[in-house]
């Protein structure tokens, strides 16, 4: 029995993001009997309970703002370490989800080490980037990182763009890496087009179906939010652009409205967020097209469900996402007047280019991006190692 240990997502049953929905679709999923999985759950208390059949442990952190995080992580790997030895577990690997305990990692990879346990490490997709951190945080994030691709026994990369820039950016250390992608699913939302819940959702934005154009996503400048509005307000198109992003109280949203005036457009609609994940992939099915400016990290889930869902795609053209969207999108950049041009040019297209769009995105995902195929990636990945 090959026991793997799952640390670093907030845990299951998925409420959160992408790592949390990962683990739900790995354990629910699973076909091996050969893997037990074990898998961390931040939470009030240092209970264990079973879930997708699997074990999972919860670990209390207390709340020490920005840094949780990394000590729910050590916490983690700690309870890891100690469960192995208490029950003299062999053949065990720890999977750790983000590089964010480098400083503290070699001193728990060696004690693992000693009994046998393999680390793998997802190192995610270029934290240090991220606008939300302030210099000392982004070098702590890059630091991070080094350290644990110094020290993984292997690098599990949801992106060939990110494995590209661990093996370039960390070749003294030789890392060894594999590729497995992120997952999604292509099937049509359980909500009807009648459905009371869209209905009043479209008729409360004055927004009609099929007649916007949609964004989703955290709302923060690396997601080129200032590039598609200013774009999309120099466009002719009659439709509206529908925003779905929680920007309460957010700094970024009043400097971009000074900055735009986005306001004095009546199509620009900062509709707030929506957490029905039905009424959301309804709304996604019947926008006229999905807007997709991340340019920082790997895999992104929310241009993979856009890709499942949307007919049309437009995509910042950048190595993770032209990687990911292929032939089944089209593409933008940030010169001024390109997006808008494209905008223009979509608002014309033909409802068979639509729907042959459409069929090329689903496609992609049916091919490449489905879950099936990243769990039996992934059993084989831990069953062979």
Same mark, same amino acid.
């Given at each position: ?9 907030k ?6 993001g ?11 999923m ?24 699997v ?5 209390k ?14 916490l983690?790997?700690?309870e890891?370490?100690?469960?192995? +030895? ?5 053949n ?18 060696r004690?693992l ?18 606008? +939300? ?28 763009g990110?494995e590209?820039?661990?093996? +370039? ?6 890392? +060894?890496?594999t ?41 923060v ?5 200032e ?53 959301l ?8 097209g999905y807007f ?10 929310s ?15 950048v ?10 999108a089209?593409?933008?950049?940030k010169d ?18 639509i ?11 049916l091919s ?9 990636e992934?059993?084989?990945l831990?069953?062979?190692?």
């Open positions: 029995m090959k026991n793997v240990f799952i640390i670093g997502s845990g299951i049953p998925a409420k959160y992408g790592f949390e929905t990962f683990v739900e679709y790995l354990t629910k699973k076909v091996s009997e050969e893997i037990a999985y074990h898998v961390s759950c931040m939470a009030e208390d240092n209970e264990e309970f079973y879930h997708n059949n074990r999972c442990f919860n670990v952190v207390p709340n020490i703002g920005s840094a949780k995080a990394v000590l729910y992580d050590i983690s790997l700690k890891c370490l100690n469960y192995i +030895k208490e029950k003299k577990l062999t065990s690997i720890v999977y750790v989800l983000a590089c964010r305990i480098g400083p503290f990692f070699a001193q728990y990879k004690a080490e000693k009994i046998g346990v393999q680390v793998f490490v997802n190192p995610d997709g270029h934290e240090w980037k991220r606008s +939300k951190w302030n210099y000392y945080i982004r070098q702590y994030w890059k630091l991070s990182e080094r350290l644990m691709v110094k020290h993984a026994d292997l690098l599990v990369c949801d992106s060939r990110i590209d820039y661990i093996q +370039k950016d960390y070749q003294r250390y030789s890392p +060894k890496t590729f497995i992608a992120y997952g999604a699913t292509v099937e049509e939302a359980p909500l009807s087009s009648t459905s009371s819940k869209l209905t009043e959702w479209y008729q409360k934005n004055g927004v009609e179906a099929f007649e916007y154009y949609l964004i989703v996503g955290r709302f400048p690396e997601n080129n939010y590039l598609m509005i200013r774009e999309f307000m120099a466009s002719n198109s009659k439709k509206d652009l529908v925003i779905i992003s929680n920007v309460e109280q957010n700094s970024f949203y009043e400097e971009l409205l000074k900055r735009t005036n986005f306001n004095q457009d009546s199509r620009i609609k900062f509709v707030g967020t929506v957490y029905d994940q039905e009424l992939q309804k709304i996604r099915e019947q926008a006229y997709h400016g991340h340019e920082v990290g790997g895999t992104n889930p241009l993979l469900e856009a890709l499942a869902s949307t007919r049309l795609n437009l995509l910042l053209d190595v993770f996402n032209k990687e990911v969207g292929a032939e089944g089209v593409y933008f950049n001024k007047g390109n997006l808008a041009n494209l905008v223009d040019s979509a608002d014309l297209y033909n409802i068979d280019t729907n042959l769009m459409s069929k090329k995105a689903k496609q992609r995902i490449e991006y489905s879950w099936e195929k990243i769990i039996h992934y059993e084989m831990f069953l062979k190692n």
